[in-house]
């Protein structure tokens, strides 16, 4: 493995678990994104500002970890990553996740890390098909492509 962040990969899923477990305790919502995301319109009274306050949350917590991660564990790099496709593979990739959550009735966060923890027989189903396509995207990009 090139980039194995064993101290850092902990720390984000305690840091994961425990916001989705806030969350659930003080809103009784489950912590998947797709689902925070979707509830914004149509506007519910009530329901948009802590579903904004999450979502800002998300590329603040990015920022944070970008900008003082590296200074705080060594393991992180300085350097953002590159992507190497253009902008209408970007946009392609992201209609296709949208899709993907429509069509699976929900995301990788809702199905992967509250539906395996409350033991949904649906979110064991989804996040086998999203690990198995995964795996097979990796592979055909690596191998075929």
């Keep these: 493995m090139d980039h ?10 305690v840091l994961i ?10 809103n009784g ?3 998947g994104i797709s ?30 970890g970008a900008e003082y991660g590296p200074a705080i564990f060594a393991e992180i790099p300085t350097a953002l990553p590159s992507v190497d496709i253009g902008p209408a593979a970007l946009v392609g990739a992201g209609l296709l996740v949208g899709i993907g959550t429509r069509i699976s009735r929900g995301c990788t966060s809702g199905h992967g890390i509250c539906g395996l923890s409350r033991l949904s027989k649906r979110s064991f189903v989804a996040v086998g098909t999203f690990m198995a396509t995964a795996a097979l995207t990796v592979f055909v990009m690596r191998h075929v492509i």
């Design 4 to 13: 194995f962040t064993p101290l850092t990969a902990g720390l984000g899923g």
């Design 17 to 26: 678990g425990l916001s989705a477990t806030l969350l659930w305790l003080v």
């Design 29 to 31: 919502r489950t912590a």
């Design 35 to 64: 689902s925070i995301f979707g509830g914004i319109v149509p506007v519910h009274r009530g329901e948009v500002p802590w579903r904004l306050l999450f979502l800002l949350g998300l590329p603040i917590g990015a920022w944070l």
